[in-house]
DNA sequence: AAACTTACTTACTAGTTAGTAAGTTTAAAA
DNA sequence: TTTTAAACTTACTAACTAGTAAGTAAGTTT
């Protein structure tokens, strides 16, 4: 047997680990809920490091988001998912928010910024309406396709459904962090229902 | 013509003025982004007042939650909205959160309380699973009616429903915030398109 | 008139925040 | 071998945070 080694799992640089504890903090307890003080102790490192890496939490925010527009797309082009059809397609969205139950119940990029968005630096702001945009405009083609080719059901535009459904499912994760799993599971459900024909 | 005068509209006491500020901000730029200082330079008082009426920000965070609370309960209860058709139930619930769009795009208090649910303090995550709770009741009766009188349609069960749309609205309003009232009003369009029978 | 209450202000503490400047260690490049 | 650059630490600042304690002025009750 041969040693796997592509892509090589290399243990992430401080600079790494700093956005994954970042990404994960945000994504749990919101923006404003950590500083380079709480980054710096469970790295084990000073916060002054932080600075050296990002220097102002706005540098880091941004990346946040920057890296997560980039595994979108990353994502969106891979060919195990460009390559299905749209059922398929949808339940691979749906796994990607089912995953995030798994990981403390975290919140999508988008339910976790949305509310501190007035008091998010531009950058922030911008990166993160592109990241909307995208993934809307992603899942609008898929239903259009879905629907034409007899696979999936629903009324109105593509565009609008699109824009509800990935609405909802930002909602469904917030609901799941204020009561518990089953909401999100009962909503995810009715989505099922009324979309796959 | 004779002066109006039941309710009286008192100005209101300090107390009352800490609230609504506090209430305006929270559904403007979250919980976190507004401090003791900037209630009390905006009121023309100084902190140790806002600390005098409400001794901890738990204290006022839990207010806040509290007084939405009852406010939801005396809505339910009003009879210009008990005695309404389910229809019209459904469009006075759209006008609630259509209100909110005009208030600066407010987000509703599910949608601002969210994110950093875990941040909050325990009385504040108990009155607010209280509310989603009763509105998430409220609606499921009223699509039950719905359904049953042929007014509203859809499938699956009312409470599903009930959770799907209340979860999109405040979703909605979320997008709202990000980018501008048009995806607010595709969204709500969509539900009407859907659900209206 | 005296006692008490309400609604504050003044003055303070202790802790946290983001951010900076200067120095240190380590390893690679010239 | 010297130089250079990366990745830090140490030590600090200025501003802000929630919260407290003591005092005060005005009105209410007894």
Redesign the pocket.
Known sequence: MITQSLPTALPP???TRILDLAEGLLLERGFNAF????LAKELG?????I??HY????DLGTAIVARQLRRLRKWRDLPRVADLLPVAQFEALLAVYDTHLGHERRVCLFGALAADFRTLPAPMQAELRTFNRELTEWLAQVLAVGRATGTLRFVGSPAAKAAQVLTTLTGALQVARVHDETPFQVIVGQLRLELLA
């Open positions: 640089d401080t600079r500083s380079y003080q709480h490192v000073k916060p002054a490091a600075h050296y220097p102002s939490k706005d």
